[in-house]
C-alpha cells in the first residue's frame, strides 16, 4: 500500500502564491501517476493536475489557466503543486491520489487552502 500526506495548506491573500507537498511512503515503486484534486464546500471534487512517474509529461486542467504547477522529486517521493495568482475561488481542500500499477489507488486526508479577497 501507498500512504500519502500532505502539507503547505493554509491562508492566503488573492493573488498570491502557495506550495503544497505530498509526501508517499510505502510501496512508492507501484506508483506510476500522481495527482492533485480539490474539493471546495458544497461541489464534487475535481481533477487538478497529473504527472507520471517517469518522464516530465503534465497534465493540468484546463481552468486553470496556467496558474498551477505539478512537480516531483522522487528521491524524496514528494509531489508538488505551486499555486500562483491564487483566487478566492481556488479556496478548497487539495488532495494528493495516485495510481499504482495493478489498479491500486491512495489519497491523502487533504490539506486545506483559504484564499481571502
Known amino acids: 500500500q501507498v500512504q500519502l500526506v500532505e502539507s503547505g495548506g493554509g491562508l492566503v491573500q488573492a493573488g498570491g502564491s502557495i506550495r503544497l507537498s505530498c509526501t508517499m511512503s510505502g510501496r512508492t515503486f507501484d506508483v506510476h501517476a500522481m495527482d492533485w484534486f480539490r474539493q471546495a464546500p458544497g461541489n464534487e471534487r475535481e481533477f487538478v493536475a497529473r504527472?507520471?512517474?517517469?518522464?516530465?509529461?503534465?497534465n493540468v486542467a484546463d481552468f486553470l489557466e496556467g496558474r498551477f504547477t505539478i512537480s516531483k522529486d522522487l528521491a524524496k517521493n514528494t509531489l508538488y503543486l505551486q499555486m500562483s495568482r491564487l483566487k478566492p475561488e481556488d479556496t478548497a481542500v487539495y488532495f494528493c491520489h495516485t495510481f499504482q500499477f495493478g489498479g491500486a489507488e491512495a489519497w491523502g486526508q487533504g490539506t486545506q487552502v483559504t484564499v481571502s479577497s
Open positions: 504527472i507520471w512517474r517517469s518522464g516530465d509529461t503534465t
